[in-house]
């Protein structure tokens, strides 16, 4: 009789952003793929999936996303971020393949280092061969990053991979009054326009500057307007 593993330890400090649900994003471009992370989500999918895009375009967002699906279906899942684990070492991969759903964030920042290469690689061959979901990203393709390991890279170029696409301004601005409308907010127009002229009109910036106004205008109770914005902002 084969002997039962050990539960997995997981790394404590690493939990989902509330938010980072998929009725919270906007998919403009990316339908598609939002649709089959959801699918691969619920075990209904296909069964590895690579996303890649440049920071602020949702990727974390989406693999988050994936662990909160997950739960109502009773599906075990772990979100983990190498921008903040990769120093725990590869160790950190080991048995993974007991959830059924595994989503790794920030491969690029492991590529090239023998030892993880080889850590992805052997998780990879043990998720597919149980039947489990493993979902990677990165910040550009399976052949940009730069492996060492032939093999690994010809695994990160099996089943799906989708390059996720920043929005466009206007649907920036509908998912930023998306957003503050979820916050119980109301952003004008006016307002709307002004943070997309002024800050950074990258996505995760916007949705950085309004966390800060929101707060702000409950503590000063306060409507946000763009006096208000420029006071907090300085600009």
Known sequence: MSRKKAPIQLPLGIGLRDDARFENFVSGDNGLARAELERAAQGQGEQYIYLWGHAGVGCSHLLQSCCHAADPVRRTAVYMPLAEL??????????????????????????????????????????????????????????????????????????????????????????????????????????????????????????????KLDHESLSAQRRITVPFVKQVMDW
């Open 86 to 211: 990769s120093h725990a070492g590869p160790e950190l991969l080991e048995d993974l393949d007991q959830l059924q759903l595994v989503c790794i964030d920030n491969v690029e920042r492991v590529a090239g280092q023998p030892e993880w290469e080889e850590a992805l690689f052997h998780l990879f061959n043990r998720m597919r061969a149980i039947g489990h979901v493993l979902i990677l990203a990165a910040d550009r393709s399976p052949r940009s990053l730069g492996l060492k390991l032939p093999d690994l890279e010809s695994r990160l170029n099996w089943g799906l991979v989708f390059q996720v696409r920043p929005l466009d301004d206007e649907t920036k601005e509908i998912a930023l009054k998306a957003r503050a409308e979820a916050r119980g907010l109301k952003l004008s127009d006016e307002v709307v326009r002004y943070l997309m002229h002024h800050g950074s009109r990258d996505m995760a910036n916007l949705l950085v500057t309004l966390d």
